[in-house]
């Protein structure tokens, strides 16, 4: 039987019935629906509704209900237009007409609301533990290379050397923001609607404390017309899915830059490569592409569902089905692409003799104006005359370190042999010792500090 109906005349036409249920997908809820139906049946037996023998038998069927989905035998019928129409239709073929009385004071505006969150936060966990392995990994690598220098970049020019650490550790820091982002929209997940009804609350005074401790709540809603349409929680996962994404896409990015050849900085294992079809020498950052690619993905998904929610009226609506589909798929994707992202950071090989030979001396160039600096020289006039000292060299095709003494002082009087002592890649790394700086004492302090975070 239906969960609603006695008011018409003529059942449903098939084609809104396709276009309607929602069974194809969220049948994912039923251990939390089936959970959250436990709970109520104790809350309403505690509120009078039903006898201590009627709660039992209510929760032996929800079990035999859940247990025939665990082991995947559970049969849907062609009535199941969603998974709280599927859990109550086989309830009642289990122990007959006392499952109808379940559903007393609740509507499936509270029911679904409350699986969904409860869904959520189980799937913020388990994206949360896939960040943590992921941060392991950077920190492990980055132990490996604090004194490995590499040329660093802004706007893609090389900058100033850095090492290898310092670059994984940046990744470290922009997954500890989505851990903490996953950890905020958590807690404001955790508000149980349960006992709204349909928007305007239960009449049978049942005991929201205990209900919202059983279920794992933290707390429970105040308003039900809010509780039983409020999705904020929803959108505030998939912005920080879309997040995530977009920093797996950054790392992409780096790597699959880093490993063409034509830098040979990295390399990936072969486990972790593809090839092609015609081109035999090809080693294809597949995975890395992906990750690129997927992250569009997810922000589709985010903005989708907040075109969504900009026009809803207050209370219900059958718009608010549109909000499963995408987080289950931002949820689903990045579960795919994390064990495999981390994978490939920590069987990543750093080719340490090619970021060397990629060190030019033109990354030293700011180190030239802290030398002029220290020499009393204003740092804007210093960099005016290291400007025009790599302009020189440009001219001359040569090194820096290779212009004489004698034209150095040309450019500038302030100029004296210790200059050259400058032209040292580990000492200009060594030199940025203060905490967030790429020398090695400064790298090791952010490893430990990683560390800490790490749980």
């Not at 084609?15 to 309403?44: P, Q, T, V, W």
Request: charged content about 25%; proline content about 3%; glycine content about 8%.
């Amino acid at each position: 039987m239906a969960l609603w109906g006695g008011r018409f005349d003529e059942p449903t036409d098939a084609d809104l019935r396709r276009l309607n249920d929602s069974i194809g997908y969220d049948r994912r809820f039923y251990a939390e629906d089936i959970a959250g139906s436990i709970a109520y049946a104790k809350a309403i037996a505690a509120a009078g509704v039903l006898t201590t023998e009627e709660r039992d038998q209510i929760i032996t069927g929800l079990e035999q209900v859940k247990s025939e989905f665990d082991e995947n035998r559970f049969a849907f019928a062609p009535g199941d237009e969603d998974i709280h129409t599927a859990v109550e239709r086989r309830l009642t073929e289990l122990i007959g007409a006392v499952g109808g009385k379940l559903h007393t004071g609740r509507s499936r505006n509270d029911q679904v609301a409350t699986d969904f969150r409860l869904w959520v936060m189980g799937a913020v966990d388990q994206l949360d533990d896939q960040l943590c392995a992921l941060q392991t990994v950077l920190v492990a690598q980055a132990e490996d290379h604090i004194h490995t220098v590499m040329p660093g970049y802004t706007h893609f020019q090389p900058a100033q050397p850095i090492t290898v650490a310092y670059w994984l550790l940046s990744f470290f820091w922009m997954v500890t923001r989505d851990r903490e982002r996953l950890s905020d929209a958590k807690g404001r997940t955790s508000i149980m609607p349960l006992g709204s009804g349909a928007l305007a609350g239960n009449p049978l005074n049942i005991d929201r404390e205990t209900l919202k401790d059983n279920l794992g709540f933290t707390s429970y809603s105040q308003n039900g017309l809010d509780a039983v349409s409020d999705r904020d929680f929803v959108a505030e996962v998939l912005f920080t899915g879309t997040m995530i994404g977009l920093h797996l896409s950054r790392l992409a990015e780096d790597i699959i830059t880093y490993s063409n050849p034509a830098l040979g900085f990295v390399s990936l294992d072969d486990r972790y490569s593809t090839g092609s079809s015609l081109m035999p020498q090809k080693r294809n950052a597949d995975p890395m592409e992906l990750a690129r690619g997927k992250s569009g993905r997810l922000l589709g998904n985010l903005t989708g569902l907040l075109s969504v929610l900009k026009g809803l009226p207050s209370g219900y609506n059958k718009d608010l089905q549109e909000d499963k589909e995408a987080i289950f798929d931002t949820v689903d994707t990045l579960n795919q692409l994390l064990p495999v992202v981390t994978a490939v950071i920590k069987t990543l090989k750093i080719n340490s003799g090619a970021m060397r030979a990629a060190l030019t001396e033109e990354l030293l160039a700011t180190d030239v104006a802290d030398y002029l600096v220290a020499k009393g020289v204003p740092f804007r006039e210093a960099h005016h005359i290291v400007g025009q000292m790599v302009k020189y060299a440009d001219e001359n095709q040569i090194n820096l370190s290779d212009i004489s003494l004698d034209d150095l002082q040309q450019i500038s009087a302030h100029f004296a042999e210790d200059v050259y002592d400058v032209f040292d890649f580990e000492r200009s790394v060594a030199q940025r010792s203060a905490d967030g700086g790429t020398a090695p004492v400064a790298v090791q302090r952010q490893i430990d500090m990683a560390k800490a975070l790490i749980h």
